[in-house]
């Protein structure tokens, strides 16, 4: 077995005890044992060997047990000079010592000075690749050159591949110092380079030499290597070179066997499990499915003979996983083993390939088996790509490519050196990428400002070239210089601003690229004000303007609800700009940033209301960690329509707009894959991806890919470069202050524009005092492990201001009210997430000083009762969101709704509502009364979570939705569950709440499809045909009510619905890692939902709590008291306790709610306890006290009884004396007649010893001889007469015969006849005559035999037969080859 311990630990354990069945079966000899409950044969030569390659990624160590069974045998290193010289021998080297000595000697060399990448190896396998690229020269060049040539030759060619630029001079000198003197010999490409020069430009590519010569570098690898790699770090154009690689062999196909058309089978193997890569066997079935790449290798291997190269092109990240399966491929065995048994073996034309950005996590028995061809950008440039760009100008703008090109070579390189190295990168980025995106935001905006069609009227030449000069300074601005955060756009304003000045750059900014001797400057400079980030040109008069001249007409309907409100800002268009002068050119954009930055409403605002829906059609989703490529290729394909056979799309003449949120969200495996962002890059690189059920390439059309993510870092990985870099990226900043007082205040001045003067001229205060909270709490609460949920953004903002919006005209009648609204707002949106007092009084606090640095007043002038409460259903009179005045009112109110709720619900609660309890139903209420409310209670377990959101439901009017967890509880009833929770909500529009707990969540997909639903209300791939059918009957009609016509809009409308309807309701525990984790992994929980921390109950909670649970206890009122107050210091001195213990030993122990409960149920069962037992002893007492009573007149009674029976007593002892006198006589009489007996036994005892002994010897023999009893009888009673008569008739009869006649002669008593002996002088015994006639002669013989006395045999008869026990003549077996009935009666 190779590569042995590739199998995991718990497999191997398996595997020790079958070899150890195996081991002991050849070891007892056996032909056949059970092995794994089946009978097989064993073949006694059979032997297990394995080999391994132990200590790195992908190996497990090999358990003690099955260590054991097996003798290791290490490897030494061989000599590779011997090897060499061997093999080059072979080839027909005269002069192989030497050459093999400097091939080992080179590989030596490099691994010691060059530097270490992974790529590398310079192993056996390595020297394997140079002896045999030598041994191709040696064929090919025959002597025309001499043989240290052709092996440098050779050399060259394999190693040059794979080594980075830095290391190409070192390895040129290694060769040098080893071949002095040897000039290499012009390479035979010729042919090669003039076909790769012509099809490169047809690709739109420029043949520049570095390219070309990786080509060629390519080419000499599949040569020598069947498997091998294509390594850098995109773009660096590994897939260009393969492409043009393969055009070029089929244009030398001449029908030879090296120059044929090739045949590609592309996949990527991370966007699809190891299973559906290779194949697997279902579980229930064992029905095996073939793997997309098991069916490619199948047809490669078929393909054999047709004249083509079969390329098997793997272009994805190799770990040390699913690429060890391919070990097997990649040596010298060229065979795929799957798992179904089937061996395919490679033909000699195929040629596995791989394609990756870097082997940080491959294994060197990976790296070892494959040849290397490495791509580096400095290998290119960014100059080609600016090339070839420019060769595909429209037609009208292709003259002015001296113009753009002098722009490209003025600013590329200083512009690049300046965001590699002066600012900081918030998303790693490189060279090409973001040339790339300089020049597809460049011919976008050419595109959208310059006439290029030839049927419309052309601008003048002046025009046109300062439109190219301007739009070129744009794009310089939003693809170099929008990649870095606040500080680094500083520098970058200053550095752009002077760079379109004409001025050198070099020495005032330490640059290290020169300046060109000529720089131009910009046709139009950027203004002095403001920054180069604040201006565009304007079209028609061709000068900056700043972008908020495009902010026009901005009125909010009178009817708006504020959520709907977007407010646009410089932020907003701007990005808005950018972003739809790149879909209309069909390049797929990315925006990242920090959380509420705008990037998703700026996106779906887009999408909603800016692009035609004639010509565009959108989808939506959002990633979680736990997303996956199957859910991710489901999502999309069930938007999709067939166009023909493999090919589908949106409807036909529409593009998809496909924006995907938290697009780094996906977490990555043990080897830092993200399937999801794999499968979408193979859609980016091919066009398609394979089917899962029939793996048939799938190729998706009319697509553009939007997204939108939050900065790697703090749970958000990195999205591998080969990804990015098909995106247009832009850093979206944080929103300045003024961009957030003109958003906020635009609303709230239009929302109070309806309230008294002294109310609406506090908007802007409020906008202010707002913001003023939010630095604050994001500067200084920030998010820790146990503050994890510590996260503000700009929808914190939001909700404060969706607070205030719920109130009336009547509600805020004076200033004062407004201020309180708006601090109630702030602690409800900011506070209830803090944890802690420490924190609360911090808030507290700054509350104080913004309300006073703000509205002027101080804050116990304006808040006359604390805590503020805020609701509309204390007072159903005046049923509107106002201050609550009476907090007992408030009680009693909830009280009522309590005890409506006991008598209607089928499961009562017994629910003590203290002021801290109404707070939190209070605060639940709120949220369920927002539109688009989402609430996250975070307490402990017993904290009252589930129960006081119940009452705030039902308080609130709403249903209450949850799931039933049971035992066989399973994802698919979770999802019927959702299904029928969202008919519901979108299709019968209900209000619900849906509550799910953390001890609701089994699985973390519950949570993942909770998140979705906070996102965009909506569960992808939920719904089946049927489900959509229904969709369709139910919401047609208020779908067209609402002006929504056409299935997808009609879609669309339900989903709106179950997010206007739907209120999820998170109860999680914040005890363990798990909260973290989950914070982490789902954003929205956090994002999307209003926080509320349940802390521990204060002192008047601990109070009311025992006050409800203790007052049917009957005590003393007192007493009652006295009882309460050591609860809740018995409670507070446990907390007391805790925070010690966290402080000294730095771990947390939890102390709930539950465990005061149980406190006092304690408190009552020992009381009731020790009430029982001191009522039960209080019986027992008085039970006493009456039989002492009773006892003290029993004995008064028989004192006289006694008294009177003394004369009685007297006789009876003297009678009793005379006969103690007799009794003493007769006892020593029996003590005589006892010793006499003792004597008699003992001699009993010794003759009963004597008999047992006896018996058991004889039934010994007993047992002996009654089986054979039984089988002499059976043997008499299989004979037949014949056998009889048989022995009878014999003349001279063997001795067993004789033997036999003897020993019946003495049974029946026939006496011998005297005859003279073999010496002729003395008499002897003869049995065999008188036998023959008394006994074998006897027709009853048989009957005889059987009724034979055989338990009366005399004794002398005995004597004589028990010799005969120990006769070997006298054996059955013995005497049955003489006569069977002579046999049968020796029985």
């Known amino acids: 077995f190779d590569e042995f311990n590739r199998i995991s630990l718990e497999v191997l354990s398996v595997v020790a005890q079958q070899i150890q069945q195996i081991s002991i079966a050849i070891k007892m000899r056996v032909e056949k044992f059970i092995f794994e409950e089946t009978e097989i044969r064993l073949i006694p030569t059979c032997a297990v060997n394995i080999t391994m390659n132990p200590g790195y990624a992908g190996r497990s160590e090999l358990p003690d047990n099955l260590k054991a069974l097996f003798r290791p045998c290490a490897m030494m290193v061989p000599n590779y000079a011997l090897i060499a010289e061997i093999r080059l021998y072979s080839f027909g080297y005269s002069d192989a010592k030497v050459i093999g000595t400097k091939a080992t000697m080179a590989l030596k060399l490099s691994s010691e000075q060059l530097s270490p990448q992974r790529h590398y190896d310079f192993g056996m396998r390595g020297l394997n690749a140079l002896l045999v690229a030598g041994g191709n ?248 790509l600016a090339q070839s760009w420019c060769e595909r100008l429209p037609e009208r703008v292709r003259e002015y490519s001296a113009q753009i090109t002098e722009l490209f070579e003025s600013c590329v390189d200083c512009m690049w050196e300046m965001c590699s190295r002066k600012v900081k990168q918030p998303l790693v980025v490189n060279q090409h990428w973001l040339v790339g995106n300089l020049l597809h935001l460049y011919l976008a905006l050419i595109n959208a400002e310059i006439p290029l069609d030839p049927n419309t009227k052309d601008i003048s030449q002046k025009e046109k070239e300062l439109k190219l000069d301007l739009l070129f300074w744009l794009s310089l601005v939003w693809s170099f210089g929008c990649t870095t955060d606040a500080d680094g756009r500083g520098v970058l304003n200053d550095f752009i601003k002077e760079l379109a000045q004409g001025k050198q750059m070099q020495e005032k900014y330490q640059l290290i690229c020169t300046d060109p001797e000529s720089r131009p400057s910009a046709k139009v400079p950027f203004p002095d004000d403001g920054t180069v980030y604040d201006y565009y040109p304007n079209g028609q008069s061709n000068k900056w303007e700043l972008w908020t001249k495009r902010i026009t007409g901005f009125d909010i309907p009178k009817d708006a609800q504020v959520h709907t409100v977007i407010v646009p800002t410089v932020d907003t268009v701007r990005n808005a700009f950018l972003l739809q002068m790149l879909v209309r050119s069909d390049y797929h954009v990315l925006f990242s940033g920090p959380t509420g930055t705008g990037k998703t409403t700026v996106i779906q605002q887009e999408l909603m209301k800016h692009f035609d829906r004639e010509s565009f059609v959108s989808i939506s989703f959002a990633f979680s960690a736990q997303t996956t490529a199957n859910q991710t290729q489901d999502m999309i394909d069930s938007k999709m329509d067939k166009r023909k056979k493999g090919t589908y799309g949106p409807p036909l003449n529409k593009r998809c707009l496909l924006f995907i949120d938290d697009l780094n969200m996906p977490a990555k495996e043990t080897y830092g894959a993200q399937p999801p962002i794999e499968l979408l890059r193979q859609w980016m690189d091919t066009g398609g991806w394979y089917e899962r059920k ?298 619900v709440a849906f509550l799910l707990a953390d001890t609701q969540i089994p699985k973390e997909s519950f949570l993942e499809d909770a998140s979705s639903l906070l996102n965009n209300g909506e569960v992808p791939n939920l719904f089946n045909a049927e489900d959509k059918t229904q969709i369709l009957e139910v919401c047609t009609a208020p779908a067209a009510q609402a002006g929504r016509v056409g299935q997808p809009e009609v879609f669309a409308f339900f989903t709106e619905q179950c997010r206007k309807n739907l209120h999820l309701v998170l109860a999680l525990s914040p005890i363990g890692e798990a909260f973290r984790r989950r914070v982490r992994m789902f954003p929205a929980i956090v994002n999307c939902c209003t926080t509320d921390w349940f802390m521990e109950w204060p002192d008047a909670a601990l109070r009311s709590v025992a006050d409800h649970f203790l007052h049917k206890v009957d005590l003393a009122d007192d007493v009652f008291h006295g009882v309460v107050e050591i609860c809740v210091e018995m409670q507070k001195s446990v907390f007391g306790l805790v925070e010690r213990f966290h402080k000294e030993v730095q771990r947390y122990y939890y102390v709930t709610p539950t465990s005061y409960l149980e406190l006092i149920n304690a408190f009552k069962e020992v009381l009731q306890s020790k009430r029982s037992e001191v009522s039960k002893m209080k019986g027992r007492y008085d039970e006493g006290l009456d039989k002492l009573l009773n006892t003290e007149e029993q004995v008064k009674t028989m004192s006289t009884e006694l008294e009177e029976l003394k004369p009685v007593l007297k006789k009876t002892s003297a009678e009793t004396a005379d006969l103690m006198v007799v009794i003493e006589k007769k006892q020593e009489e029996a003590s005589a007649t006892a010793a006499i007996v003792s004597k008699e036994e003992e001699a009993a005892s010794g003759q009963a010893e004597e008999a047992r002994v006896m018996k058991e010897e004889c039934q010994a023999d007993l047992d002996k001889a009654l089986p054979a009893l039984q089988a002499a009888l059976d043997a008499l009673k299989s004979l037949k007469k014949g056998d009889i008569v048989e022995v009878k008739n014999m003349k001279n009869p063997p001795e067993g015969v004789v033997h036999v006649s003897k020993a019946l002669c003495w049974c029946f008593d026939v006496k011998p006849k005297k005859v003279t002996a073999a010496d002729g002088r003395t008499k002897v015994d003869d049995y065999w005559e008188p036998s023959k006639k008394s006994l074998w002669g006897d027709p009853k013989l048989l009957d005889r035999l059987l009724g034979y006395d055989k338990d009366n045999i005399p004794e002398d008869v005995m004597a004589k037969l028990k010799p005969l026990e120990d006769d070997p003549d006298f054996d059955p077996e013995a005497v049955k080859k003489a006569s069977v009935a002579a046999c049968g009666i020796c029985k």
């Open 137 to 384: 020269g040696k064929r090919s060049m025959g002597d025309k050159y001499p043989e240290d040539v052709i092996a440098l030759r050779s050399f060259m060619d394999v190693n040059l591949p794979k080594f980075t630029s830095a290391d190409l001079p070192l390895f040129q000198g290694i060769m040098g110092d080893l071949f002095p003197g040897v000039e290499l010999p012009p390479s035979n490409t010729g042919d090669m380079m003039k076909v790769i020069d012509a099809v490169a430009p047809e690709r739109g590519l420029q043949a520049a030499a570095p390219f070309c010569g990786k080509v060629i570098q390519l080419w000499e690898t599949v040569m020598v290597r069947h498997g091998l790699m294509t390594v850098g770090i995109p773009p660096c154009g590994k897939t260009n070179v393969k492409d043009v690689l393969a055009e070029t062999l089929a244009r030398l196909s001449d029908g030879g066997d090296t120059f044929m058309p090739v045949t590609q089978y592309v996949m990527n193997p991370k966007s699809r499990t190891q299973g559906q890569l290779y194949g697997e066997s279902d579980l229930n079935t064992q029905e095996w499915t073939d793997g997309v790449l098991a069916i490619a290798v199948r047809e490669a291997a078929k393909a054999y003979g047709d004249g083509r190269r079969q390329w098997v092109v793997l272009d994805g990240p190799v770990d040390a996983i699913w690429i060890e399966n391919m070990n097997t491929v990649l040596d010298d065995n060229k065979k795929l083993c799957l798992n179904s048994g089937e061996i395919i073996k490679l033909t000699p034309v195929t040629t596995m390939m791989f394609e990756v950005e870097d082997l940080a996590v491959a294994s060197p028995a990976t790296v070892s088996r494959c040849g290397m061809v490495f791509s580096e950008q400095v290998d290119i440039g960014w100059r080609v």
């Open 694 to 991: 029939t793996s048939e390439f799938r190729s998706l059309v009319d697509l553009t890919f939007l997204g939108a993510m939050g900065p790697p870092g703090a749970g958000r990985p990195h999205v591998t470069n080969r990804y990015q870099r098909h995106f247009n990226y832009v850093f979206v900043l944080p929103f300045e202050t003024d961009s957030m007082l003109r958003i906020f205040s635009s609303v709230m001045q239009w929302f109070l524009s309806k309230f008294p003067g002294q109310v609406s001229g506090l908007g802007l205060n409020v906008v202010k005092a707002t913001v003023d909270v939010y630095e604050s709490i994001s500067a200084e609460m920030l998010p820790t492990p146990a503050k994890s949920h510590y996260t503000f953004n700009l929808r914190d903002l939001s909700k404060v201001q969706q607070g205030i919006c719920l109130c009336q005209k009547s509600s805020l009648p004076t200033a004062d009210d407004l201020m309180k609204c708006w601090a109630h707002e702030c602690q409800r949106v900011f506070q209830d997430r803090l944890i802690n007092n420490e924190d609360n009084e911090w808030f507290a606090a700054k509350m104080k000083t913004i309300m006073e640095a703000q509205f002027k007043k101080q804050w116990k002038q304006v808040v006359k009762l604390e805590p503020l409460i805020f609701g509309d259903f204390v007072d159903q009179k005046h049923a509107y969101y106002q201050e609550v005045v009476d907090h007992q009112q408030l009680s009693d109110v909830l009280q009522n709704y309590l005890m409506d709720y006991n008598q209607f619900a089928k499961r009562g609660m017994e629910l003590v509502l203290f002021l801290s309890a109404v707070q939190h139903i209070c605060r639940c209420i709120r949220v369920l009364k927002t539109p688009l409310g989402n609430a996250l209670l975070v307490g402990v377990g017993g904290s009252g979570r589930r129960s006081l959101a119940t009452l705030a439901t039902f308080v609130a009017e709403y249903e209450l939705f949850q799931i039933e967890i049971s035992k066989n509880y399973s994802t698919t009833e979770w999802r019927d569950d959702i299904k029928r929770l969202l008919m519901r909500v979108g299709g019968n529009a209900k209000e």
